[in-house]
């Protein structure tokens, strides 16, 4: 989802769990939980997304089941360069009027695109010669035919811990794009490790105990 500068903890119901939209009657059910405070990043920008990330802290904790877990934190910096990275969402399936909107959560591999290369694509777009990709993105995709879209914004993009591949880590969440994989153009990702630090000093100020999840 997008979660808006004006959104009130109200607003917002955090569901995890779901596969299939269109239905309550799935074999393994989703959970709900409320959200109590929002705490946007102080340097975000609506106007150009720099800095697009923000913390929800729900009203009780969400129940781990075999559906339902937890994704590990690149630390601060950390880089990434693999190829079988993985995004997840229910967002159009092409770009513009004709897209629809995915019943069942789809998943889609895509590759690490250096900051440069990413760049230099992105400034043949309308963006023009002059644009700047801003330190706060990561880029994935740029294969024809695969990309997220529309719809699968705030979704996350994971991709395998360099230190031990066989676990994963949330390296990216779903921001803007040129098209959706029509264009060849990677798509645009919030660079989660650039803001680790910012989350754990959230977390520690929120008194919230984060050692049951630390390995």
């Known amino acids: ?19 299939d939209t269109q239905t ?6 989703y959970q709900e ?3 109590v405070q ?39 910096n950390l880089q990434f360069t693999s190829r079988d990275c993985f995004a997840t969402g229910w967002g159009k399936d092409v770009f513009g009027r004709k897209g629809q909107p995915q019943v069942i959560l789809k998943k889609i591999q895509l590759p690490i695109v250096p900051h440069n290369i990413c760049q230099d694509s992105l400034r043949k777009t309308r963006l023009g010669l002059a644009f700047a990709l801003h330190s706060s993105f990561i880029c994935a ?54 803001f680790r630090n910012w989350i754990d000093e959230q977390l520690a100020r929120l008194k919230i105990d984060t050692s049951p999840y630390k390995f």
């Open 141 to 194: 995709g740029g294969e024809p035919g695969k990309d997220t879209c529309t719809g699968d914004g705030g979704g996350p993009l994971v991709c395998p811990d360099p230190t031990n591949p066989s676990r994963y880590m949330q390296t990216g969440i779903v921001a803007w794009g040129i098209g959706c994989g029509d264009t060849g153009v990677p798509g645009v990702y919030v660079d989660v490790a650039q």
């Open 1 to 19: 989802f997008f979660l808006r500068f004006q959104n009130q903890p109200s607003d917002l119901k955090v569901r995890v769990g779901e596969w």
């Open 33 to 35: 939980r409320d959200v």
């Open 38 to 76: 929002i705490v946007v990043h102080e340097g975000f920008r609506a106007n150009n997304l720099f800095n697009d990330v923000a913390l929800l802290v729900l009203a009780s904790p969400v129940d781990k089941y075999d559906h339902i877990g937890t994704i590990c934190l690149p630390s601060q």
């Open 24 to 29: 309550t009657r799935e074999r393994l059910p």
